[in-house]
């Protein structure tokens, strides 16, 4: 077992401290980025995600008694309810690890006729939450792998991100698709995780940009634009419609763009799907250049991912457009929105001695408009997906 650091020391000291006895063990699931492949999830497309070194940490020991406690360093409440209660009865961030181990228990024994009970777990995160970078889907992995390690369960990686994603749909009412759980249960230090949303099939593609002289920046906005709440909704509706009228499954099966884009009468709907796809030819050709070795390479088609989005998807906002421009003049190789519009975070791949140069210029560009100063991340090296710490 691998000697535990000072970090997850103090969480397991906070632990004894909270419970008056020492964790079992400490557990880590990461948050993730995605890199490529925007709006494409629920067209069955493809996504190339990777696993943040940031994610939420749990200390946990067993109980026998059918209950699950959950406290969190970033939380003020503390939650206790039983592990076979139904969705509904537990609100707010508790939700999240309490539906986990309600799914997991319900799943039923595995293999060796072993089944998820109880357990008392304590959780610090260095994740930002709500910033899109998957906090929710890290605290679920991070439940399940304790979980499932307390009571010897044996479950796939690929089955326990299932799992979590039934947690968030059901347990919390959050409509998510695979890919967070995905990302944070099975990705691999330096590389991304080619997901196939309509098979589930998921393949690791060399992706290390510390090791290409390449810096990978996260910046949040800081911009929400809340009125266009409805905006999400409206794009996936557009999209199914497009399907509908082209009698194809979804906007993945789409072989012969020109020929399907002369089928839509809507001019809006030609712009929808001449996003979604190009945008899975722009993953496959993402994956291509990694699997070439071609790191660099890929900044076009971050920009090219953006402009689309921008343009033919129509869900870019100011703050990401200013952001993607400024750091293309200040010599970065790409960059592009992400997440699903009107706000959030952008990222920025760039050599990295040219890093500060492109955070200047996005600081200076945000303060002549007298916009809120942007967040920047560079603390993002493609790391390892959910695992045991101590
Ligand atoms: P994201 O997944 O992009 O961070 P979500 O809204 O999906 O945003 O999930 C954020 C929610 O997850 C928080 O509001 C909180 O309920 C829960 N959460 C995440 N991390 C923690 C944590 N360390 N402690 C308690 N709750 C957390
Ligand atoms: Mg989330």
Not at 47 to 74: H, K, N, W, Y
Not at 255 to 275: F, T
Not at 289 to 301: C, F, M, Q, T, W
Request: glycine letters at 10%; a negative charge; one cysteine or more.
């Amino acid at each position: 077992m691998p000697t535990p650091s000072p970090v997850h020391a103090g969480l397991a000291a906070a632990f004894a401290d909270a419970f008056g006895h020492a964790p079992e063990g400490v557990w880590r699931a990461p948050g993730r980025v995605n890199l490529i492949g925007e709006h494409t999830d629920y067209n069955e497309g493809l996504v190339l995600p990777f696993a943040l070194p940031l994610g939420v940490s749990a200390a946990a020991s067993r109980r026998d008694d059918g209950l699950v406690e959950v406290r969190s360093l970033q939380a003020d409440t503390a939650v206790t309810a039983s592990v076979s209660g139904t969705p509904g009865d537990v609100e707010g961030w508790a939700a999240y690890p309490v539906g986990m181990a309600r799914v997991l228990h319900e799943h039923g024994p595995d293999g060796h006729g072993r089944k998820v009970g109880g357990a008392t777990l304590l959780f610090d995160s260095d994740l930002p939450q709500g910033a899109g970078l998957s906090s929710s889907a890290a605290l679920e992995c991070a439940t399940a792998i304790a979980l499932c390690d307390l009571h010897g369960v044996e479950i796939a990686p690929a089955e326990l991100a299932r799992l979590a994603q039934r947690a968030e749909n059901e347990h919390v009412g959050v409509p998510s698709g695979i890919m967070d759980q995905s990302a944070s249960m099975l990705s691999s230090a330096g590389s991304a995780l080619l997901l196939d949303c309509r098979t589930g099939l998921t393949s690791d593609v060399p992706f290390a940009p510390q090791d290409a002289g390449l810096t990978l920046m996260v910046i949040d906005t800081r911009a929400t634009h809340e009125l266009t709440g409805g905006e999400y909704g409206q794009r996936r509706a557009e999209c199914e419609r497009a399907a509908e009228i082209l009698g194809v499954p979804a906007l993945r099966d789409i072989k012969d763009l020109p020929a399907a884009l002369a089928q839509l009468d809507e001019p809006v709907l030609r712009r929808r799907v001449q996003h979604v796809v190009t945008e899975n030819h722009r993953v496959e050709a993402t994956v291509g250049l990694l699997r070439a070795g071609a790191v660099a390479e890929i900044g076009g088609l971050l920009l090219a991912s953006h402009m689309s989005l921008r343009d033919q998807f129509e869900i870019s906002w100011p703050e990401a457009n200013v952001a993607v421009d400024e750091a293309v003049r200040a010599g970065a190789r790409g960059g592009r929105m992400v997440g699903g519009g009107f706000g959030g975070s952008v990222i920025v791949l760039t050599h990295t001695e040219r890093a500060d140069r492109v955070r200047d210029a996005i600081n200076a560009a945000y303060e002549s408009r007298s916009w809120t100063p942007p967040v920047f991340l560079t603390d993002t090296a493609p790391s390892q997906g959910a695992r045991r710490l101590s």
